[in-house]
């Protein structure tokens, strides 16, 4: 499906230009010293577009809607995938896909947050907006992992929890404060990665790890700038001033120093380009993570994790 | 007859008598609307006496009501915020701080201590709705946090009194942590085998709800007050529908199962003393 944000456009441009001067190429009439010149031209307009994007830009390309969403990253990273369904108390929630495969060759189990692409799936799966039986359903999966002594890896874009009336009757709040208690004692490896959009509380659900990662073009923060926007500066459509106030990128996130453990570079013109490409990247620091935190015991995981939220907090005394 | 012959005056405007009313006299019950005299308000626990309706109250005011006389030992009453984001709106973050803190007299959103409850030990965190909406940052997240680890360390109960917006969006992504920090340590606490209660007070919603607050082993709600995940006018927006009358209220709460008890605020200190006596074996 053919989607493009507005600053891709002069660089999709050119692409097109060069697709067509490849296609007029015959034996006779060679553009190939053209072709050449123009594909350095993109190379170059590639990487000045994406070495200066706006706070609010790379917020929708994390929320581009060609990017690698959970799914993608399972097909491309894990083997012996299967889901399972169901928080057992009320229904299944699409818009939060969990299972079982395995991590090169090791059994694991993996969760994560679910989009669409085309406008039947986006409504599926709730536009990967939760209600409390998705997080119910993550935790019975995550305490699965636990009595089997499987590593939990998830994946976490989303806009937020969904906001509904039946979301608050089935006790939104419950599940996901249930979620941060609950994962803060998993006696197995938890490693977390942002690979879009991280939502607040409904990204925080199932983001409690012993390492946090986010990919170079994701974002993370306690609202959305549209949100945020609608009640700081009273105007909705101020995301954009929001995002550069918030300082929600992986970037920003890093400088902080006590969030999150590494930023997973993408391949230059981002993830959504190749999913293959951005997904080995991923599955190198998943490797590495992972590989870091085997020697350490049930207890000492959890010692792990509260140490590190324990760090999370800058104030004066 | 006399009355029909009477001169006309001209009509005067009736010079206005302006009553000057002291500030504060007199209440209006956003409730019942009626308006009530102040101070029998305030006799009353800031209660409405017409309606029922629980006025909002400060962190002092609610410890002064719960704990016993002098009992309580302020923890970590000097610890404030630092606005690491130089986050501004239309004002800046640090002075946000610094007018909340002149306005409420104290330096951040969150009063916590030591004290008793009819003798009970207890451990207390109580919410300043005041300052800047209650919201949640580092600072209210760590002495919450601190509250439940001094609890597990005097292995005594801890007892929550929320009334917030959520986390504090000025503190971005560490605001948010703050709910995964606090929910944490009550893992630690639940393991120690201690009584966790929460009180919910008008209004509770956002991170302070999908956190500690609705991890009580016992949930306590005052009447009426309104306790969410999201709030109302974002649900509104969201699915384009009027919501249910009540919705989100402390009632509606109990019906579907999310706390465990309404409880007036006369009552709450007994309600309290005797929860934590069951749970204690005293």
């Known amino acids: 499906m053919q989607f493009y944000l507005d600053f891709e456009k002069p660089l999709v441009e050119l692409e097109q230009k060069i697709t067509e001067l490849r296609e007029y190429?015959?034996?006779?009439?060679?553009?190939?010293?053209?072709?050449?010149?123009?594909?350095?031209?993109?190379?170059?307009?590639?990487?000045?577009?994406?070495?200066?994007?706006?706070?609010?830009?790379?917020t929708q390309l994390a929320r581009h809607v060609n990017r690698p969403f959970t799914l993608d990253f399972v097909s491309h990273i894990f083997t012996d995938w299967f889901e399972v369904h169901g928080d057992r108390l009320y229904r299944d929630d699409p818009a939060l896909v969990c299972g079982f495969a395995r991590f090169d060759g090791e059994p694991c189990a993996v969760i994560g947050h679910q989009k669409g692409r085309d406008t039947k799936e986006k409504v599926r799966r709730n536009f990967a907006m939760p209600n409390p039986e998705g997080y119910r359903k993550a935790l019975r999966v995550m305490k699965m992992a636990e009595q089997f002594g499987l590593p939990v890896f998830t994946f976490v874009d989303t806009p937020g929890a969904f906001p509904g009336i039946g979301a608050e009757e089935r006790g939104q709040a419950e599940a996901i404060a249930r979620n941060l208690r609950e994962m803060a004692s998993l006696k197995v490896p938890v490693i977390v990665t942002v690979t879009g959009e991280g939502g607040s509380g409904g990204a925080l659900a199932i983001a409690v790890g012993n390492r946090v990662l986010m990919m170079e073009y994701s974002v993370y923060s306690v609202i959305s700038p549209e949100g945020c926007a609608a009640i700081l500066w009273k105007d909705g459509s101020k995301g954009d001033v929001a995002a550069e106030a918030l300082k929600l990128t992986a970037r920003d996130i890093d400088k902080l120093g006590c969030i999150i453990d590494d930023v997973i570079p993408e391949p230059l013109g981002g993830a959504h380009g190749d999913h293959a490409a951005a997904a080995a990247q991923v599955k190198i620091f998943l490797q590495k993570h992972l590989e870091e935190l085997r020697s350490l015991s049930g207890d000492e995981l959890v010692e792990q994790r509260y140490a590190k939220l324990r760090g999370m907090s800058f104030f004066d005394e | 007859m006399a009355w029909f012959r009477k001169s006309k005056a001209p009509i005067v405007p009736v010079e206005t008598k302006k009553h000057i009313m002291p500030e504060g006299v007199w209440k209006k019950c956003p409730h019942c609307q009626e308006i009530v005299y102040a101070k029998e308000v305030e006799r009353n626990l800031n209660v409405c006496p017409k309606c029922d309706y629980h006025f909002r109250i400060s962190a002092r005011e609610r410890i002064a009501l719960i704990l016993d006389e002098d009992s309580f030992v302020e923890?970590?009453?000097?610890?404030?915020?630092?606005?690491?984001?130089?986050?501004?709106?239309?004002?800046?973050?640090?002075?946000?701080?610094?007018?909340?803190?002149?306005?409420?007299?104290?330096?951040?959103?969150?009063?916590?201590?030591?004290g008793t409850i009819e003798t009970l030990p207890v451990v207390v965190a109580v919410f300043e709705f005041n300052f800047m909406g209650g919201s949640m940052g580092s600072v209210v997240g760590e002495k919450t946090t601190r509250a439940i680890e001094r609890a597990i360390e005097d292995r005594c109960p801890c007892i929550v009194f929320s009334s917030s917006g959520g986390a504090r969006m000025q503190e971005s992504i560490l605001s948010l942590m703050q709910m995964a920090k606090t929910s944490a340590a009550l893992a630690r606490f639940k393991e120690a085998g201690l009584p966790f209660i929460s009180v919910l007070t008008d209004p509770t919603t956002g991170g302070v709800t999908a956190s500690f607050a609705m991890l009580g082993d016992i949930n306590m709600a005052e009447p009426r007050a309104l306790i969410g995940f999201a709030g109302p006018r974002v649900i509104e927006q969201t699915i384009r529908q009027k919501l249910p009358d009540g919705f989100q209220r402390s009632e509606y709460l109990l019906e579907h199962g999310m706390v465990d008890m309404i409880v007036p605020r006369a009552e709450m200190k007994q309600r309290l003393a005797q929860i934590l006596r069951i749970f204690t074996g005293n």
């Open chain 1, 25 to 58: 190429s015959t034996d006779r009439v060679n553009f190939g010293g053209e072709i050449r010149k123009l594909e350095k031209k993109a190379e170059k307009l590639r990487k000045e577009i994406f070495s200066n994007l706006s706070r609010w830009q790379l």
């Open chain 2, 75 to 114: 923890m970590d009453a000097k610890m404030q915020s630092v606005d690491f984001l130089e986050f501004k709106d239309s004002k800046r973050y640090r002075d946000r701080l610094k007018s909340s803190a002149k306005k409420c007299g104290c330096p951040s959103a969150l009063i916590s201590g030591t």
